[in-house]
Antibody, heavy 121, light 106 residues
Framework: EVQLVESGGDFVQSGGSLRLSCAASGFTFDTYAMNWVRQAPGKGLEWVSYISSSSSTIYIADSVKGRFTISRDNAKNSLYLQMNSLRDEDTAVYYC??????????????WGQGTLVTVSS | SYELTQPLSVSVALGQTARITCGGYEIVTRNVHWYQQKPGQAPVLVIYRDSNRPSGIPERFSGSNSGNTATLIISRVQAGDEADFYCQVWDSNTAVFGGGTKLTVL
């Protein structure tokens, strides 16, 4: 069974940093691209970042470019999101999501349950 | 940047057919994916590449894509189908989501 478990969400002051983790199990992690998608309270879905299976390709949303960094450790079956210079508008539930086929344009076939990041000044 | 437009809400009577639209410029040239999100839960992929159902998704869920509009169709709607639905495409190295549609079952 595919499982994605996020952790690291917390309350942080504006300008602070946080590192999110996503532990993957139930599939061959190093053959799948992964993503972070967020959802502000009461709002819709917003894609944040994509990383290919080998980390050779990374895409990131303009809204977080220069502040957030996606990475992965295939030996640990883990995905990460380093978030710096956090702003109030980064407050959201952050989901990690798997892309099922790296050779097709990305979609998201499995999602974790999310971890809440709250940024306040 | 590419934009996807969804109605804020759609209401349908129990047992009838719901149609949720997703508008975008020449969206027929894109692969459109659809997600269902129930309150307090993570999204679930219900349709991929316009009209394909992942395993475990009921046949009542189908999709189409033509011109500037993609459509998610839910037949024989059940109370348990009430949820927010999002369409998604990939554009210029970015995933784009529609704003979401709240489906209410009457």
């Amino acid at each position: 069974e595919v499982q994605l478990v996020e952790s690291g969400g917390d309350f942080v002051q504006s300008g602070g940093s946080l590192r999110l983790s996503c532990a993957a199990s139930g599939f061959t992690f190093d053959t799948y691209a992964m993503n972070w998608v967020r959802q502000a309270p009461g709002k819709g879905l917003e894609w944040v970042s994509y990383i290919s299976s080998s980390s050779s390709t990374i895409y990131i949303a303009d809204s977080v470019k220069g502040r957030f960094t996606i990475s992965r450790d295939n030996a640990k079956n883990s995905l990460y999101l380093q978030m710096n210079s956090l702003r109030d508008e980064d407050t959201a539930v952050y989901y990690c999501a798997r892309t099922p086929n790296e050779y097709q344009l990305p979609r998201f076939d499995y999602w974790g349950q999310g971890t809440l990041v709250t940024v306040s000044s | 940047s590419y934009e996807l437009t969804q109605p804020l809400s759609v209401s349908v009577a129990l047992g009838q057919t719901a149609r949720i639209t997703c508008g975008g410029y020449e969206i027929v040239t894109r692969n459109v994916h659809w997600y269902q999100q129930k309150p307090g839960q993570a999204p679930v992929l219900v349709i991929y590449r316009d009209s394909n159902r992942p395993s475990g998704i009921p046949e009542r869920f189908s999709g189409s894509n033509s011109g500037n509009t993609a459509t998610l169709i839910i037949s024989r709607v059940q109370a348990g189908d009430e949820a927010d639905f999002y369409c998604q495409v990939w554009d210029s190295n970015t995933a784009v989501f529609g704003g979401g549609t709240k489906l209410t079952v009457l």
